[in-house]
């Protein structure tokens, strides 16, 4: 018998952990169950007394289908690959995981000969950094998961004695970085969107390189206020093919504005948006 994934327990108390710990005690204190891993029951463990069952001698069941268990949306009807593949995220994805390993296979790397580089390339190829890019599955960690992923490559090639190549720094997930007066973005990337943010009611004007007119905001107030501080943003972009910078200016409308804090004096801020240099190995 085997117990796999973890989709069903959100429906239980608990997500499930007092049922599974209440099973696996059960299965743990019988006499006639003994629990195992799956390396365990192939390899076996004679100090739990489980004997080997090698791949060779178990009897062959059936092929197992490829395909998802969900019907993704905007798929066709039925199970596919569609929700890891497909979407330009995910292609873009399986690209770097695909030249990764190509450089691996390049140098002549192997698990014995580099180990690092391969744990992070596997950790690069589980199916859930996929399954989350693109459109048709969504969480709230779509950002973090990207970092992670490209990190993983990264680390691939520091693990080899080579340096990541400069596509791995290019977002695969459109970013939303924050610009402040206290701490100012200096530069986003192209697929990214810019907020914008202050303490003070105002107006704001901006534009890029490529509009011939400037475009007037007021400054929408974040929703709740803790201890008096009030928030005010806006989001900026996405932003046209080949623009290199958005600039803006901040006007505060506080009745009691001093004049003489940053936000007050209206200057005129630019962010770079520079163009990602081409791949390289």
């Given at each position: 018998?085997?117990?796999?994934?973890?989709?069903?327990?959100?429906?239980?108390?608990?997500?499930?952990?007092?049922?599974?710990?209440?099973?696996?005690?059960?299965?743990?204190?019988?006499?006639?169950?003994?629990?195992?891993?799956?390396?365990?029951?192939?390899?076996?463990?004679?100090?739990?007394?489980?004997?080997?069952?090698?791949?060779?001698?178990?009897?062959?069941?059936?092929?197992?289908?490829?395909?998802?268990?969900?019907?993704?949306?905007?798929?066709?009807?039925?199970?596919?690959?569609?929700?890891?593949?497909?979407?330009?995220e995910e292609n873009r994805?399986?690209?770097?995981?695909?030249?990764?390993?190509?450089?691996?296979?390049?140098?002549?790397?192997?698990?014995?000969?580099?180990?690092?580089?391969?744990?992070?390339?596997?950790?690069?190829?589980?199916?859930?950094?996929?399954?989350?890019?693109?459109?048709?599955?969504?969480?709230?960690?779509?950002?973090?998961?990207?970092?992670?992923?490209?990190?993983?490559?990264?680390?691939?090639?520091?693990?080899?004695?080579?340096?990541?190549?400069?596509?791995?720094?290019?977002?695969?997930?459109?970013?939303?970085?924050?610009?402040?007066?206290?701490?100012?973005?200096?530069?986003?990337?192209?697929?990214?969107?810019?907020?914008?943010?202050?303490?003070?009611?105002?107006?704001?004007?901006?534009?890029?390189?490529?509009?011939?007119?400037?475009?007037?905001?007021?400054?929408?107030?974040?929703?709740?206020?803790?201890?008096?501080?009030?928030?005010?943003?806006?989001?900026?972009?996405?932003?046209?093919?080949?623009?290199?910078?958005?600039?803006?200016?901040?006007?505060c409308s506080h009745p009691?504005?001093?004049?003489?804090?940053?936000?007050?004096?209206?200057?005129?801020?630019?962010?770079?948006?520079?163009?990602?240099?081409?791949?390289?190995?």
């Amino acid at each position: 018998m085997i117990l796999d994934g973890e989709n069903a327990w959100g429906a239980y108390l608990g997500q499930g952990r007092p049922f599974l710990h209440a099973l696996y005690a059960a299965l743990g204190a019988d006499p006639e169950v003994r629990t195992v891993t799956f390396a365990e029951y192939l390899e076996g463990n004679p100090t739990r007394r489980v004997a080997a069952h090698p791949m060779a001698e178990l009897t062959k069941v059936h092929d197992l289908f490829h395909a998802s268990w969900i019907d993704e949306n905007g798929s066709r009807p039925g199970n596919d690959l569609g929700t890891w593949i497909g979407e330009a995220e995910e292609n873009r994805a399986w690209d770097l995981l695909r030249e990764a390993r190509e450089v691996l296979d390049g140098i002549g790397a192997t698990p014995e000969s580099h180990p690092k580089a391969f744990q992070a390339l596997y950790a690069a190829e589980g199916s859930d950094w996929f399954w989350w890019f693109g459109e048709d599955q969504a969480s709230d960690s779509d950002v973090e998961f990207d970092d992670l992923f490209r990190e993983h490559l990264k680390n691939v090639h520091r693990a080899a004695s080579l340096r990541p190549p400069e596509s791995l720094n290019a977002h695969i997930v459109p970013h939303a970085p924050i610009w402040t007066f206290a701490r100012p973005i200096r530069s986003i990337q192209a697929s990214d969107r810019l907020i914008i943010r202050t303490n003070c009611p105002g107006r704001l004007t901006w534009r890029t390189e490529a509009d011939e007119a400037w475009t007037e905001l007021d400054m929408i107030a974040a929703g709740g206020a803790m201890a008096g501080l009030h928030r005010y943003g806006l989001t900026l972009g996405p932003f046209r093919r080949g623009v290199r910078y958005v600039e803006f200016r901040f006007r505060c409308s506080h009745p009691d504005c001093c004049g003489s804090d940053p936000c007050c004096r209206s200057e005129l801020q630019r962010v770079e948006i520079p163009a990602m240099e081409a791949t390289s190995q």
